[in-house]
């Protein structure tokens, strides 16, 4: 909601008048200072000639996003309005909750470098060359490349975070086949990859979906085909029917469950003891 410039004083201004005018420094009425547009080629300028400046924000809402404005209003008004007014104890509850997770990420150096980098790394230019790390790319970006992406984190290591990281990853997963299908249903003369989610003990990493958010009874049911498990070695399909019994009390897992049937019937009919275990957990 602000312009960025470099301002000096009048007096740094009198001993190189020739050097700023021609950066663009002017006058700021009613200030004792000289303003220039902020840039990268100003700073360097400036670093380079050895003229001391000093960064300042002027805030101006006519030269800011309007809807970066409008999620700043929602956010003021929800803090005003709302999170005051909750009573202190629940409050407290509430960060005390979001402070336990957070906590996760940062008690330990190596997990922080690697699932909280600096805003740097996902910058083009000042990351060209990798100094920051390499970020993860877009689970859309990778469902077309045709990438293998896979996480690898033992559960004995850290548990909480093992489940964390897990179901975070599912979920982005989920929200990116699930976002494909628009596209796949306007451009129905092209050829889209086929896409395999394998997950070993998928069961504590099962969510039940919302309104707000995917889980595995909503993406499942609009993205699972037949024809998607066909390449699944008979194990794989094997080892996927266990996880299914061992919760199949959750309704989450009935969409799919059918569909797993409907493979282990159609693909495996030499396999009926497959075939009685999926029953029972549907």
């Not at 000042?126 to 690898?152: D, R």
Request: contains cysteine; positive net charge.
């Amino acid at each position: 909601m602000g312009r960025h410039f470099a301002a000096v004083t009048p007096e740094v201004f009198g001993a190189h008048p020739v050097e700023l005018a021609s950066l663009g420094f002017k006058h700021d009425p009613g200030k004792e200072r000289y303003l220039a547009e902020a840039s990268k080629e100003l700073w360097n300028d400036m670093r380079t000639k050895g003229i001391p400046a000093e960064p300042i924000t002027i805030l101006d809402p006519t030269f800011a996003d309007s809807d970066r404005v409008e999620q700043l209003y929602a956010v003021q008004r929800w803090f005003r309005e709302d999170w005051k007014r909750i009573e202190p104890k629940l409050r407290t509850s509430i960060v005390e909750g979001i402070s336990v997770f957070l906590s996760l990420f940062d008690d330990n150096p190596r997990v922080k470098r690697v699932f909280c980098p600096k805003k740097e790394c996902y910058d083009p230019k000042l990351n060209g060359n990798g100094q920051y790390g390499k970020p993860l790319p877009s689970f859309s970006w990778l469902l077309e490349q045709g990438a293998v992406c896979s996480l690898n984190f033992p559960v004995g290591m850290n548990a909480g975070l093992a489940k964390a990281i897990g179901v975070m990853m599912k979920l982005d997963f989920e929200r990116a086949v699930l976002n494909r299908i628009p596209q796949i249903e306007a451009e129905k003369d092209r050829h889209f990859r086929q896409v395999l989610f394998l997950c070993d003990e998928y069961q504590h990493f099962a969510t039940v979906g919302k309104a707000i958010r995917p889980g595995t009874r909503s993406s499942s049911a609009s993205r699972v085909r037949p024809s998607a498990f066909r390449s699944l070695p008979r194990r794989a399909s094997a080892r996927c029917v266990l996880h299914f019994r061992g919760i199949a009390g959750e309704p989450c897992f009935k969409p799919f469950g059918q569909r797993f049937s409907f493979v282990s019937r159609t693909t495996s009919p030499r396999r009926p003891r497959v075939n009685s275990v999926v029953a029972k957990t549907v």
